[in-house]
């Protein structure tokens, strides 16, 4: 056994001994007001009210045993300061640092990072020029009108992050801009967003870190045709956000050339110009400057050793808690607010690509489960659909709540004494009780068994600031228990196989006729879909 090895450590031991009997918040005395207001914490906005979890003191101090054990302070400052952590050692990997956190490292001196915080900020500086240029009227089109419109045409990292976060800001927008985002090479995904734009007036931000993807490039010809079609000159309409001196590295082709270096990954790149070109036509300079600082702050904080002050550490041990000793297969994300209902699907990515692995960062087979299945919806609306199976089916699915106490265009009524933002939060607190208290019935059909162990993250209101924050939290959270089951978060090996299968499948469609001693499996697929 590997001395990284998650089962090596001696908390995994305690801790295991515990989950034996984990505590029970449906027992009288389980969860009181005075276990309410001790297991909460607040942090760079946010409060995390833990008390629905299934923990004692004793599992929360082992937790930071294991947290000690593992050195998760130690490889996430390692992270920070640019140390080669996406690797598997004695095979061929990416090979690569990990710096996200350095395009946020910009206001604290010295950054951890230097030279990333440095290329960071000439791609904001040429970010802010681009913008200023766009609304002085130096940049318009043809007829001198201003552009309102930019069309983000990129897939995966480059298209989840940036789109949720977009949802989530959007009503801080600039008056008379908006974004739309194409990803998908489903034909049907660019027709519907073009459809209803006036193309003269909307700049496309083509999006590709290695400037190679089937689908981005794809929609790329369709939409520089469009363009042409329409009467215009693709090289004013398009800008692209790209690694520099790739592929796609060609000013002749584009309006303005963006750079992303290729140890941000492309989950992670939301706070990249991989994210914040759109956000910044849309939202303006000084919103991406606040999603920049809220993230920041959170990098920072999240280098505290304490788990009871070190809010992404607590959420990721307490996943492991509720995944690896209680043994819960799924973890559902819930926002209780509609400008967040792309945030779990960002998360899916971000979480399952990260953590969905089954080697060691020393390329043996793990001992132990890594990454938990992630899903979810906002609420209330998942309270009409799925919350049937979280309150009473036989899988039990820890849960993360969040919410805001404030709405963002506060716009609401007074019904029945209380406004809608209101029956919004009290309806996500009260599922927070429902799922940990459960209720006992005469009828079997009404029973809730209780101990659905979940957790609640609350903040004022969502804004640039907060948003950055969140997005943070939950990035460090999932490299947090990357570094606890001594996997490799940062590579993505596992969607290499489909990608060089569909590439021989189109290369027999293309072809027409096989070619001799084509796959007779593939041909077969083919015809037997229809399509061969
Ligand atoms: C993310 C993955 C993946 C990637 C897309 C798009 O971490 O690497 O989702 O973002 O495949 O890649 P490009 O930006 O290179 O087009």
Known sequence: MDVHDFSAHAATGKLAALARTPHDLTADGGLTPQRVGTMRMSFCGFDLLYATQRITPEV?????????????????????????????????????????????????????????????????????????ELASGAIVNAQGQPFTTMVQVGIGGSDLGPRALYMALKAYALPGRC???????????????????????????????????????????????????????????????????????????????????????????STSMVGLVTLGFVLGFEAVTDILR????????ALKPDIRANLPLLL??????????????????????????????????????????????????????????????????????????????????????????????????????????????????????????GKQDDNPARCFPGNRPNAVLIADRLTPRTMGALLAIYEHRIAFQGFCWNINSFDQEGVQLGKVLATRLLDLLAARTPPEGADTLEMSVLRQAGIG
Not at 116 to 131: H, I, P, Q, V
Not at 186 to 201: I, K, T, Y
Not at 222 to 249: F, K, N, S, W, Y
Not at 362 to 372: L, S
Request: aromatic letters at 8%; a negative charge.
């Open 179 to 269: 974004a739309r985002f194409i990803a998908n090479v489903d034909p049907d995904d660019a027709a519907e967003v073009l459809s209803g734009l006036d193309l003269s007036r909307t700049l496309f931000n083509v999006v590709s870190k290695s400037g190679t993807t089937l689908e981005t490039l794809t929609n790329e010809r369709l939409v520089r045709a469009r363009i042409a079609e329409a009467g215009l000159d693709p090289a004013r309409h398009l800008v692209a956000v790209t690694g520099e001196g790739g592929p796609m590295d060609d000013a002749g082709k584009y309006l303005r050339s963006f750079y992303m270096e290729d140890y941000i990954g492309g989950r992670y790149s």
């Open 294 to 301: 809220g993230a920041h702050e959170v990098d920072r904080a």
């Open 316 to 437: 990721a041990l307490l996943g492991i808690w509720n995944h690896n000793f209680l043994g819960h297969a799924t973890v559902a994300v819930l926002p209780y607010s509609q400008a967040l209902s792309r945030f779990p699907a960002h998360l899916q990515q971000c979480d399952m690509e990260s953590n969905g692995k089954s080697v060691t960062r020393q390329g043996k087979a793990v001992g132990w489960k890594t990454g938990p299945v992630v899903w979810g919806e906002p609420g209330t609306n998942g309270q009409h659909a799925f919350y049937q199976l979280i309150h009473q089916g036989t899988e039990v699915v820890p849960a993360e709540f969040i919410g805001f106490r404030h709405s963002q265009y506060g716009l609401d009524l007074q019904v029945a004494g209380t406004g809608s933002q209101q029956k919004l939060v009290a309806n996500m607190l009260a599922q927070s009780l429902a799922l940990a208290l």
């Open 60 to 132: 929360l101090d082992a937790l930071q045993e294991l947290a000690d054990e593992a050195g998760l302070i130690a490889a996430c400052t390692a992270m920070q300061q640019g140390a080669v952590l996406n690797r598997i050692e004695g095979y061929a990997s990416e090979n690569r640092q990990v710096l996200h956190t350095a395009c946020r490292d910009l206001f604290d001196q010295p950054p951890m990072a230097p030279e990333a915080s440095a290329k960071a900020r000439r791609e904001l500086d040429k970010l802010r020029t681009f913008l200023d």
